[in-house]
């Protein structure tokens, strides 16, 4: 192939994906069987359902059993079968598996790997994304770029994190609000080219880290925090700080999509948003004038399950009838990075 043949046929591919639509073909999700309640974390530290409720909106989170052998990779395996189920495809008929998570039960190999081992995807590319509570959203925008582009058909994309394993349970401004799920979707190429992203947004602050962040060593614990309570492979967070970023950047990034796909906040059929916090999620709400059922809201019987409430939200919100064909739909999150994301589609 000429130079010349090659450049015209990299334009015929690129109008071609132009014309191409992404679909969400099929979802599923996974959630551990444990149960810690409010209840039962007063019985570990000084706290009470009515202080938790009041700051979070949170009555009880799931947790893995890992007796039972419970673990991000069989909450991630069982979501993704579910959603391959819900397409009506086997794992072999997907080009790439992607995983967004923070939580893997290995370092190495990823977690999309194994996923993709135990549900006989053959050579299919798999890899895990880290962008914490925004790896769902951060890994449905790529794998609908590859899909629009041409060079992918089909992607499986998970979003799971069980943050119970980072938890130190005598730290009670981080025990309260996390807990474990995953959620998966998958994605596909389609000749209705109406379908797919409208407008997105992928964003990062790497300054704002020691906020929210789980130090390794010692060294990396920063100099100005409270040694008593930080501590080497636990989750850790100022909380004060990032409500506040997290009032301010989520209201900021429902703005920031609107405009890019001009639109206004009335045209949304849904918001599927990050479960971080009950009263911040009620803030954008408000601010914006969106009606309490086009906001969903899981987080006081599921907690914060970081990349994996994203997509929980969404499987429930179809299962439930709420979100069908020709909707619009925009998913958001933002987490440790910092970072936040949005995901405006037309489904």
């Not at 796909?261 to 045209?267: F, N, R």
Request: aromatic share 6%.
């Amino acid at each position: 192939m000429t130079a010349l043949n090659a450049i015209a046929h990299t334009n015929q591919r690129l109008t071609g994906a132009i014309r191409r639509g992404v679909r969400i073909a099929g979802c599923g999700s996974a959630l551990p069987t444990g149960t810690l309640t409010n209840a039962d974390l007063a019985t570990i530290v000084q706290t009470s359902d009515e202080w938790i409720q009041q700051r979070t909106g949170i009555r009880e989170r799931r947790v893995c059993d890992w007796s039972k052998g419970e673990s991000n990779l069989t909450l991630c395996t069982d979501a993704l079968a579910r959603a391959l189920a819900d397409a009506g495809m086997k794992a072999a008929d997907l080009d790439l598996i992607i995983c967004g998570t923070i939580t893997q039960d290995m370092r190495c190999p990823s977690t999309a790997c194994l996923v993709a081992a135990r549900l006989g995807a053959g050579t299919t590319a798999a890899w895990d994304l880290g962008a914490a509570c925004c790896g769902f959203v951060y890994s449905l925008n790529v794998a609908h770029d590859l899909i629009k582009i041409g060079t992918h058909r089909a992607i499986g994309v998970i979003g799971a994190d069980t943050v119970s394993s980072l938890i130190d349970y005598s730290n009670r401004n981080v025990c309260i609000l996390f807990g474990d799920a995953a959620g998966a979707v998958v994605l596909t190429g389609t000749d209705d080219a109406a379908k797919g992203l409208i407008a997105q947004v992928n964003k990062a602050d790497g300054a704002g880290w020691p906020d929210l962040y789980m130090p390794g060593v010692d060294s990396e614990i920063p100099e100005t925090a409270d040694r008593g309570v930080h501590r080497v492979g636990c989750l850790q967070m100022n909380g004060r700080e990032v409500y506040k970023f997290a009032v301010g950047t989520f209201q900021e990034l429902i703005a920031e999509t609107l405009q890019k796909a001009g639109m206004t906040a009335d045209q949304i059929d849904m918001f599927v948003c990050h479960q971080s916090n009950a009263r911040i999620l009620e803030a954008a709400r408000e601010r914006f004038g969106i009606p309490q059922d086009k906001l969903y809201v899981n987080i006081d019987r599921i907690g914060n399950t970081s990349a994996g409430s994203v997509p929980l939200c969404f499987d429930e919100l179809v299962k439930a009838g709420r979100i069908k064909p020709g909707m619009v739909v925009m998913f958001l999150a933002f987490g440790a990075g910092v970072t936040w994301s949005s995901s405006l589609w037309q489904i």
